[in-house]
């Protein structure tokens, strides 16, 4: 018989400090939910919403498709995908457009709206209000939607809650109580704590008046400012902004061009991949990782659209189209493949024509490494979760749910089907558990 030194009632002790210790841990670090997280967000002025304009960038995308790379082998060129999954890719980008274009929608107060007469903003909350309420009867919103409010600051703030005010009030109205799926308030441009807290605040107040669940009204924020990475003492804001929503806050987007402004950048250099972007983009990353708050990385702001227009261009003119989506598509493809090798597995869009860009290059990024990580999860499951080493890459206890969410996310966005992720040797029912933890429990409980 092993021989120790501990008394129990110190090493009760012991373990009573880690226990607390814990539980603290759990609760500030919940881990990632499983919950889906769109690709994408589209952005879109709020005057311009309809009950239908998920429907109508999706027709417009396929359009784009179509008439620029209407084979796969030119699709993947123009993107940058490789060859051998050019007709895999096209496929499903293809299907993705026409079934489900726009997994995420924000109706714009703030940027793409401007400043406007507060008759005038009154008038397009009401008729957005009522876009949404007629599209939630239909059924033809995104799975995700929301509205982007003005900032808080001094002379906006007021105006900025009263958007919200009035469209909450009409859309409730028109819905007979119920909150859109996936409805989120995004607050741009933070500069302090405070405007987090007076957002939690107004939204306690809309609940109590409009008899929504305490909680129901979710935000989330934009790290677009250098007073939202640090204050004036050098202290880390975000973790400070994730407390004072309290529980409210669903996601981190990230503001490339306001930001790369903030830090005196020249216009000509505020790009996505810009060094000072990324250094903000991994501070999110430390602050929110374990926290379940999702993030997203900006927007590329070369659309793909055509200089010349008209049924009858020359060659010369349709060669200067092509060039110019393509450019464009590629510019977007690299933006997106770098935010997803950065873990920012989502990112804003602002024309129809980046949607085709944007699926393709999410989809090529999860079929690239499918074989390697199936052949990996397999070994690692087969191995109950002990060490492995497959060909040259060691995997330990950590990787398990590293590998489980790289399928999770690829069957949510539609790249990688059930039935191929089935080659990992999981059941689905294992695979839809999304737990990594509860996977194994329920493997050692059949032996």
Partial sequence: MARTSLSDKKLQK????????????????????GARQPVHTVYGGAHLFTSDTARKLGELAVRSLDTYAPDPGTFAEAIGVPGELAAKVAERV??????????????DFEDGYGNRPDEEEDGHALAAAKQVAAGHAAGTLPPFLGIRIKPLS????A???????????????????????????????????????VLVEAFGHLEDRLELEHGALRMEIMVETTQSI???????????????????LTGAHFGTYDYTANCDITAAQQRMRHPACDF??????????????????????????????????????QRANRAAVFSAWRLHADDVRHSLIHGFYQGWDLHPGQLPSRYGTVYAFFL?????????????VDKAAQATLVGDVFDDAATGQGLLNYFLRGIACGAVTEAEALATGLTVEEIRSKSFVKIMAGRRAQK
């Fill in 14 to 33: 012991l373990l009573g400090r880690v226990h607390r210790s814990q539980a603290r841990f759990s609760r500030r670090y919940p881990g990632d939910s």
């Fill in 94 to 107: 293809r299907d993705k457009l026409v079934r489900e274009a726009v997994e995420d929608f924000r109706i």
């Fill in 154 to 157: 001094g002379e906006l703030a």
């Fill in 159 to 197: 105006r900025s809650l009263r958007t919200l005010d009035v469209f909450l009030t009409e859309v409730l109205a028109n819905t007979g109580g119920a909150l859109p799926a996936g409805f989120v308030v995004t607050l741009p441009k933070i500069q302090s704590v405070t405007d987090v807290e």
């Fill in 230 to 248: 640090f204050d004036p003492q050098g202290r880390s804001v975000l973790p400070r902004l994730h407390r004072a929503a309290d529980g409210r």
């Fill in 280 to 317: 903000a983009k991994h501070m999110m990353k430390v602050a929110f990782a374990g926290t379940g708050v999702n993030l997203s990385d900006g927007a590329t702001t070369i659309m793909p659209v055509a200089p010349h227009r008209g049924a009858n261009l020359t060659e010369d003119q």
């Fill in 368 to 380: 690239d490494g499918l074989a390697a990580a199936s052949e990996r999860l397999r070994n690692f």
